[in-house]
């Protein structure tokens, strides 16, 4: 029996992949299973080859496989695209009657599946149901878990749809049943604990709704779109405001505008949307306003694949802005990093009155994986300003005030009885105007090398495993964290260590440094063409790594790929 599966759903965009890969999902961590699951899709709203991937096993599983156990064409094209990436025992499931396949293959397996949801339902339509249902049969679930989660996927719907979509999935289950191999695709069995279903994006949001973001306003941008719609779906629950902009500069103009008032603010875009919002990071950094903005990464320069995966915005949001502001970089590779690490971006910003920038990307912003349930023990608020009962007391207050660390105070403009100056020109500790050399110098001092050197104690350290006398060790920031865990456990010839870095700014020196000084052998291993990482490391601790293992198709590496590359090296 297998202790790991691998399921593709394909089709054309409009044929909801999506919703049955989601079903799926919820099917299989109500199983107990473990998964892990992401989407490769076209910027189309129909047609094309979209994808929807589903890995199940009996451990924590993080990074997609290179080939499929089950595949399930739902359009003749789907066949030509996937039949190559078919596992050495796996099958297509494909309706050779509807797509005139008459190509003998020994990986194929007929289902009428478009006859038979039509027969049932009255309209092919019901196929992505027929479809669940042959999926779960043929992987040993039992049903009743199925038309329980179905239930709820299709809630809301008029009664006889509901009924149609149940009935279509039975009907494929027993077909599995019936006509194919029973225990060949079953998996281990296993009792994952109570877990909670969450992809990068969803994370995100929960964590600066856990950190107290009272005011969310984006552009819609693919792949940070979703953040905006988490944030809207729980807004009268938390008594959010959420607005979504005419466009970039509008947003992060709104998001420092609430901010200076009082508010816990955030924006997200991705990387054409954060090319406009700039001046705005500048601002904030001019004006020491606290703000939280997520660069979810697709493949660039410009438009690019907005729909695919790329980390190719590192060099970018280093040096996004003009003249000299301190700011922070987290680069989340897990769920939990994502919502943990979104409190921890909130908190530092209104510690030091600074922009932090979470960069994320596609891949993980879709990628869906069962988690532990979050530890909210650990969530500790602290708002870094003078409470409004100390504000009455204020006097002669200077919002820009000289201080040992560069923090000022910070008082709110509706608390404080004083009046309260702010300016984007270069000013005084008052806030006003000023092109005093002496006034200009002091100011680049606290809010740049003062800032710089608080905040550089409080920068997340990177994750190890096994790096101690490793053959190799692989290091890598964001999304490449679950891939690499993975190459690291199944490299059975050799001793593969990992580095991963949560945060790469402040860059960790001292850290990285002590890591790597005594390595025999180093790669890092990231999502761009320009080796962003390997020369932030050599930038910042002379260290030159021995290679660089790039990848820049707009896809993700997959497991069984980067085994392979690791082997060579």
């Not at 969803?202 to 940070?224: D, Q």
């Not at 660069?295 to 040096?319: K, N, S």
Request: proline share 3%.
């Amino acid at each position: 029996m297998a202790h790991e599966r691998t399921i593709k759903i394909a089709g054309e965009a409009g044929q909801g992949m999506q919703t049955i890969g989601l079903a799926l999902c919820k099917i299989f961590k109500d199983a107990g299973y473990y998964l892990y699951a992401n989407q490769d899709y076209m910027s189309r709203i129909r047609g094309g080859n979209n994808v929807f991937q589903l890995r199940i096993a009996d451990k924590p599983v993080y990074a997609p496989r290179k080939n499929a156990d089950i595949t399930i064409a739902l359009d003749r094209l789907s066949v030509d695209c996937h039949k190559d990436s078919v596992s050495p025992d796996g099958v297509i499931i494909l309706d050779r009657d509807r797509f005139a396949v008459t190509e003998e293959n020994i990986l194929f397996r007929h289902i009428p599946m478009y006859a038979m949801a039509k027969e049932i339902g009255g309209s092919e339509l019901f196929v992505n149901s027929l479809a669940c249902g042959v999926l779960t049969g043929m992987t040993g679930i039992e049903y009743h878990g199925v038309r329980e989660v179905l239930k709820r996927t299709f809630a809301g719907k008029k009664e006889e749809i509901v009924e149609k979509n149940l009935q279509a999935a039975e009907a494929g289950y027993i077909f599995a049943k019936t006509h194919f191999k029973q225990n060949h695709f079953t998996i281990k069995s296993v009792n994952a604990k109570e877990s909670l279903l969450m992809n990068g994006n969803e994370a995100i949001a929960l964590g600066a709704i856990a950190a107290g973001c009272k005011f969310y306003s984006a552009y819609p941008m693919t792949p940070s779109t979703s953040i905006m719609n988490v944030m809207a779906h729980y807004a009268k629950d938390f008594n959010i405001v959420v607005e979504q902009a005419e466009d970039e500069i509008a947003a992060i103009n709104m998001v420092i505008g609430a901010s200076f008032a009082g508010v816990r603010s955030m924006t997200g875009t991705s990387g054409g949307g954060f090319a406009l919002m700039t001046e705005g990071l500048s601002l904030a950094g001019m004006t020491e306003t606290p703000i939280v903005v997520v660069d979810a990464q697709r493949p660039a320069p410009a438009t690019g694949l907005p729909t695919r995966t790329e980390q190719g915005d590192l060099d970018f949001l280093l040096h996004a802005g003009h003249g000299d502001f301190v700011r922070a970089i987290f680069s989340p590779g897990t769920i939990e990093e994502a919502f943990y690490g979104t409190i921890k971006a909130f908190d530092l910003s209104e510690k030091f009155q600074i922009p932090v920038l979470i960069m994320t990307d596609q891949h993980l912003a879709d990628s869906y994986v069962n988690i532990d349930i979050f530890d909210l023990k650990r969530i500790k608020i602290q708002r870094h300003i003078i409470s409004k009962e100390d504000s009455g007391l204020v006097k002669d207050y200077k919002r820009y005030q000289f201080t040992e660390s560069g923090v000022s105070p910070r008082a709110l403009p509706s608390w404080i009885n004083e009046v309260f100056y702010a300016d984007s020109d270069e000013h005084t500790e008052e806030g006003h105007i000023t092109e005093s050399s002496h006034v200009r110098t002091m100011m680049v001092e606290k809010r740049f090398y003062k800032k710089a050197a608080g905040l550089s104690k409080e920068t997340e350290n990177p994750k190890t495993f096994n790096i101690q006398g490793a053959d190799c060790v692989l290091i890598g920031f964001g999304s490449t964290y679950g891939v690499l865990k993975e190459v690291c456990e199944l490299s059975a010839n050799r001793s593969v260590g990992h580095i991963h870095l949560p945060q790469v700014w402040p860059f960790p020196v001292a850290e990285v440094t002590g890591l790597l000084k005594n390595a025999k052998k180093t790669i890092v291993v990231e999502n761009n063409a320009g080796a962003q990482l390997s020369k932030l490391i050599r930038r910042e601790t002379g260290i030159k790594v021995d290679t660089s293992l790039l990848q820049y198709d707009g896809k993700p590496f997959n497991l069984d790929y980067l085994l392979e590359q690791i082997e060579k090296e």
